[in-house]
Nanobody, 114 residues
């Protein structure tokens, strides 16, 4: 069983930055791919970025070059640095842990607005 808790969401102006954190607890976390997804009302949850246990990263095209995902295995935390934010980045952001099963956090709201 894996538990995930996201922090760091909030309101930011277009062009600004936010850093999301996801603290994970559970066994064998070092084997998990950790990632971020986001969801807006009426839409399906969409992939944002993930980082494998070996450090390989992958990004959605809409965020590539603006968002950076990283993980600290010792602290059991995954981060999402979001720069050059746009209004269309507004969503609830969810942390995900994947290793045969999927686990999700409760989500954190990110609002990009002037």
């Amino acid at each position: 069983q894996v538990q995930l808790v996201e922090t760091g969401g909030g309101l930011v102006q277009p062009g600004g930055s936010l850093r999301l954190s996801c603290a994970a607890s559970g066994s064998f976390l070092r084997f998990y791919t950790l990632g971020w997804y986001r969801q807006t009302p009426g839409n399906q949850r969409e992939f944002v970025a993930h980082i494998t246990n070996s450090g390989t990263t992958n990004y959605a095209g809409s965020v590539k070059g603006r968002f950076t995902i990283s993980r600290d295995n010792a602290k059991r935390t995954v981060f999402l640095q979001m720069d050059s934010l746009k209004p269309q980045d507004t969503a609830v952001y969810y942390c995900n842990a994947h290793y045969y099963s999927d686990y999700w956090g409760q989500g954190t709201q990110v609002t990009v607005s002037s």
